[in-house]
């Protein structure tokens, strides 16, 4: 059974970091791509940054460019985010996501089969 349990999230001031997890059972990494996507309130689910399973190539949306650094660790069958100079629009709940077929548009969370339960993130001013 495919699952992903997304951890790290919290409460912190802006200008702080945090580091989000995402920990894979039931598949292997290295056949999977996969995304880090948010839900602010009253807002539609938008794409954070992805990495591919074919050469790791990675994708930041441009809100989080310089900012937030995705990372895969094999080994550990985890996926990381990275969040640093965190602002209050990060305000949100962060999902990971999974596929394993060829993705076309590596933001789109419509191209992800699997999601976590997702991790809140609040960036308080």
């Known amino acids: 059974q495919v699952q992903s349990v997304e951890s790290g999230g919290g409460l912190v001031q802006a200008g702080a970091s945090l580091r989000l997890s995402c920990a894979a059972s039931?598949?292997?990494?290295?056949?999977?791509?996969i995304g880090w996507f948010r839900q602010a309130p009253g807002k539609e689910r938008e794409g954070v940054s992805t990495?591919?399973?074919?050469?790791?190539?990675?994708y930041y949306a441009d809100s989080v460019k310089g900012r937030f650094t995705i990372s895969r660790d094999n080994a550990k069958n985890t996926v990381y985010l990275q969040m640093n100079s965190l602002k209050p629009e990060d305000t949100a709940v962060y999902y990971c996501?999974?596929?394993?077929?060829?993705?076309?548009?590596?933001?789109?969370?419509?191209?992800?089969?699997?999601w976590g339960q997702g991790t809140q993130v609040t960036v308080s001013s």
């Open positions: 039931g598949f292997t990494l290295d056949y999977y791509t």
């Open positions: 996501a999974q596929t394993s077929t060829v993705v076309a548009s590596y933001l789109s969370p419509y191209e992800y089969d699997y």
């Open positions: 990495i591919s399973s074919s050469d790791g190539s990675t």
